[in-house]
């Protein structure tokens, strides 16, 4: 039978403080997908539903291609024609087909979706920052850094605003 007490030469390891790290980010970070979910339920909207308005709306007054949403959103072309088709039949989208090629589809927010965006926007602002409010130490800004200098290797503690 396998013993559950943990290895004295583990923590003594260096790597068992940036297991402890990454696993408290990673418990943060998930927290945070969960409340920004929850926060775009509220909005009647999927987190794909969502970011398909974001580039559409970051795409501007010419809209953008939805075989070029496919890409960005790394979803497959029929599930985005499906998501387009109902967000417009929800009015938060426009369509528009190509000249001289018909086959190419524009897609464009409305004004009726930017609002449901800023919405939505806004109620996950205020999941963020109540959950911010509530971590203990290390503060947020201290965690970042760290999953920083972990994940990426990158010293930040010098840059200033």
């Known amino acids: 039978m396998a013993s559950t007490e943990p290895s004295p030469r583990f923590h003594?390891?260096?790597?068992?403080?940036?297991?402890?790290?990454?696993?408290?980010?990673?418990?943060?970070?998930r927290q945070a997908l969960v409340l920004m979910n929850r926060a775009?339920?509220?909005?009647?909207?999927?987190p794909l539903q969502y970011h398909l308005l974001l580039e559409a709306?970051?795409?501007?007054?010419?809209?953008?291609?939805q075989g070029d949403?496919?890409?960005?959103?790394?979803?497959?072309?029929?599930?985005?024609?499906?998501?387009?088709?109902d967000l417009g039949e929800r009015g938060l989208l426009t369509t528009q087909r190509g000249a001289p090629d018909r086959r190419v589809v524009r897609v464009g927010i409305t004004g009726d979706g930017c609002?449901?965006?800023?919405?939505?926007?806004?109620?996950?602002?205020?999941?963020?920052?109540?959950?911010?409010?509530?971590?203990?130490?290390?503060?947020?800004?201290?965690?970042?850094?760290?999953?920083?200098?972990?994940?990426l290797g990158v010293d930040i503690a010098a840059v200033s605003r």
């Open 12 to 29: 003594q390891d260096e790597t068992f403080g940036d297991l402890c790290l990454a696993a408290a980010f990673r418990r943060g970070f």
């Open 40 to 46: 775009l339920a509220e909005h009647d909207l999927s």
């Open 57 to 65: 709306g970051a795409a501007g007054e010419l809209g953008v291609v």
């Open 69 to 85: 949403l496919a890409e960005l959103l790394q979803t497959p072309e029929a599930r985005i024609s499906l998501l387009v088709h």
């Open 115 to 151: 609002a449901l965006v800023a919405a939505a926007l806004q109620s996950q602002r205020r999941a963020l920052r109540d959950l911010a409010g509530s971590l203990a130490d290390p503060g947020v800004t201290e965690m970042l850094q760290r999953a920083m200098e972990l994940y």
